[in-house]
């Protein structure tokens, strides 16, 4: 499975981006893709997962901001991030796995996506 990101770039503090994440190869047995992103400095963190279902995970310092989707169709998962804070400055990587269990990471990774907000 490969999994290619895209949309992210610089934007200023309350401003929004979206970011898309597409896999590709035997994706037939994937079940939770998500996002993690990870700071200078500091640990990946979970962002956001849904299941194939639509289950959704969010880490707390984005709910409300953040919305997560996907299309099973099309292989594709979504990120919608409004009122961008300058913490939320890092790469971003779409992850996804035939695990169950949302919170838990995949064995698929992207190469990332940089989000850069300015205060």
């Known amino acids: 499975v490969q999994l290619v990101e895209s949309g992210g770039g610089l934007v200023q503090a309350g401003g929004s981006l979206r970011l898309s994440c597409k896999a590709s190869?035997?994706?037939?047995?994937?079940?939770?893709m998500a996002w993690y992103r990870q700071a200078p400095g500091k640990q990946r963190e979970l962002v956001a997962g849904?299941?194939?279902?639509?289950?959704?995970k969010y880490t707390e310092t984005v709910k409300g901001r953040f919305s997560i989707s996907r299309d099973n169709a099309k292989n594709t998962i979504d990120l919608q991030m409004n009122s961008l804070k300058p913490e939320d400055t890092a790469v971003y990587y779409c992850?996804?796995?035939?695990?169950?269990?949302?919170?838990?990471?995949?064995?698929?990774w992207g190469k990332g996506t940089l989000v850069t907000v300015s205060s």
């Open positions: 849904i299941t194939r279902g639509g289950s959704t």
């Open positions: 190869g035997s994706t037939f047995s994937i079940n939770v």
């Open positions: 992850n996804a796995g035939s695990h169950a269990l949302l919170g838990f990471s995949g064995r698929y």
